[in-house]
T-cell receptor
């Protein structure tokens, strides 16, 4: 199966600073790369995704960058706000299967 | 519009009992997924359906776990002879097709005493 690693496992930033979370995967056939946000007591929610034919995608304060050669993709959050505090998961799709990362707990300090 | 719903929201059972967990996906979504999430962990893939058929069931931990989706809509996850280690939140998600945004339900918290 696919090996997926996320770093860091926890991240604390001051409000207004940027946060970057990296996801490394092993399956070279992976071609769809989403990031999910999970708040306490709720199911994960997609915040941004990218496909393998694109290197970067941005949606307001959130961006994702993909390096297929090195097999990693990263979530970038700029101008962080307290409501960004949550657990974030990468979930790359390999052949016919999705594997979630172990999660990054982001704390934004007001 | 209606999202993914799961019932029950909480289920407490005794070791050795049989349980069924239900998932109602978003109407028109052909792909449906089941995950298991333990505290502090990421969702662990169990099975995914494309229509009525299981496209990948490699995540089911053993033969006590079984899932069906007979009409390509509602799905039921069935667990026989429950064990304390089965205690977790069971998440269901659906997407229009595979490799697209998954919409998650709120989960069913299963506790096996």
């Amino acid at each position: 199966g696919e090996n997926v690693e996320q770093h860091p496992s926890t991240l604390s930033v001051q409000e207004g600073d940027s946060a970057v979370i990296k996801c490394t995967y092993s399956d070279s056939a992976s071609n769809y790369f989403p990031w999910y946000k999970q708040e306490l007591g709720k199911g994960p929610q997609l915040i941004i995704d990218i496909r393998s034919n694109v290197g970067e995608k941005k949606d307001q304060r959130i961006a994702v960058t993909l390096n297929k050669t090195a097999k990693h993709f990263s979530l970038h959050i700029t101008e962080t706000q307290p409501e960004d505090s949550a657990v974030y998961f990468c979930a790359p799709w390999g052949y016919q299967k999705v594997t979630f990362g172990t999660g990054t707990k982001l704390q934004v300090i007001p | 519009g209606a999202g993914v719903s799961q019932t029950p929201s909480n289920k407490v059972t005794e070791k050795g009992k049989y349980v069924e967990l239900r998932c109602d996906p978003i109407s028109g979504h052909t792909a449906l997924y089941w995950y298991r999430q333990s505290l502090g962990q990421g969702p662990e893939f169990l099975i995914y359906f494309q229509g009525t058929g299981a496209a990948d069931d490699s995540g089911l931990p053993n033969d006590r776990f079984f899932a069906v989706r007979p009409e390509g809509s509602v799905s039921t996850l069935k667990i026989q002879r429950t064990e304390r280690g089965d205690s977790a939140v069971y998440l269901c998600a659906s997407s229009l097709t595979a490799q697209n945004e998954q919409f998650f339900g709120p989960g069913t918290r299963l506790t096996v005493l």
